[in-house]
């Protein structure tokens, strides 16, 4: 068969981008970041059990600006994937299809991401006692 | 008319192993499971924020604790090894290393569970 001139499938360059489109994306790249998070937890559980020494190590590690925007990043991946999972859950069950509530609930995500990744920073500044 | 093919391409022509259905069903499982179990994980580590290392083992030493976070662990570790399994299949076209992907996958994972849940409990269990 020719190969010449024949139509191609669409891919993804040809769409518009819009907020289902992110957060589908988003979905993908928030897990993995998040798979990241995993790894990361697993050091700190490890550091616990080590002992106080090494464990003020891994601490500090934390408390460093880039250790702070590293999990400033995991906890905003969190909160994302968890609205957009949750919203998939919602499809799942054939929710959430009319175009505009799927926009809206897409929107919707971030909204909620953004704000939740605030609070519990917020809240955790507020516990140490910094604000 | 001979069968012509080897027995390893007539595996192969079988196609999929038809377990995509049950990857698809656990996968939203240990989602629904991680809802909970992430909110208790997120609502600790705010409430403990900036606490030394024998405040930390105090808490994780409860033993409603320690149980929460090893369904934590083995329940996320489990959604997260699903997740990672299908960008594999989407992304990784070469065969041999689509394989090798896999089994790494697999192994980290096993690693991660059982490095974490031995930490748990051993602060548990620990004097």
């Known amino acids: ?131 | 008319m001979a069968d012509m093919k080897t027995p390893l391409a007539k595996v192969r022509g079988l196609g999929s192993a038809k377990d995509g259905t049950h990857h698809w069903l656990v996968h939203r499982i240990t989602a629904i499971a991680n809802i909970p179990l992430i909110l208790f994980v997120v609502v600790s580590f705010v409430g403990n924020a900036g606490k030394g290392h024998a405040e930390w083992v105090a808490w994780l030493k409860q033993p409603i604790v320690s149980v929460l976070m090893i369904l934590f662990i083995a329940n996320m570790v489990h959604h997260m090894r699903l997740g990672l399994q299908v960008l594999i299949e989407d992304y990784v076209h070469d065969h041999g290393l689509k394989f090798a992907s896999m089994i790494a996958l697999t192994f980290a994972s096993v690693l991660i569970a059982v490095l974490s849940i031995f930490s748990i409990l051993r602060i548990a269990f620990g004097g």
Do not use: C
């Open chain 1, 1 to 131: 068969m020719s190969k010449g001139n024949r139509p191609l499938s669409p891919h993804l360059q040809v769409y518009r981008w819009g907020a289902h489109m992110a957060v589908s994306i988003l979905h993908r790249a928030t897990g993995s970041a998040l798979a990241v998070g995993a790894v990361l937890l697993t050091w700190w559980l490890v550091a616990l059990a080590t002992g106080h020494e090494y464990f003020a190590t891994v601490q500090g590690y934390a408390d460093s600006l880039i250790g702070r925007l590293v999990l400033f990043g995991i906890t905003f991946a969190l909160m994302q994937h968890l609205a957009s999972g949750v919203r998939h859950l919602f499809m799942d069950m054939g929710r959430l299809y009319d175009l505009k509530v799927n926009t809206l609930s897409a929107q919707m995500t971030f909204v909620f991401s953004i704000l939740a990744t605030i609070g519990v920073w917020y809240a955790g500044y507020k516990v140490m006692g910094v604000l």
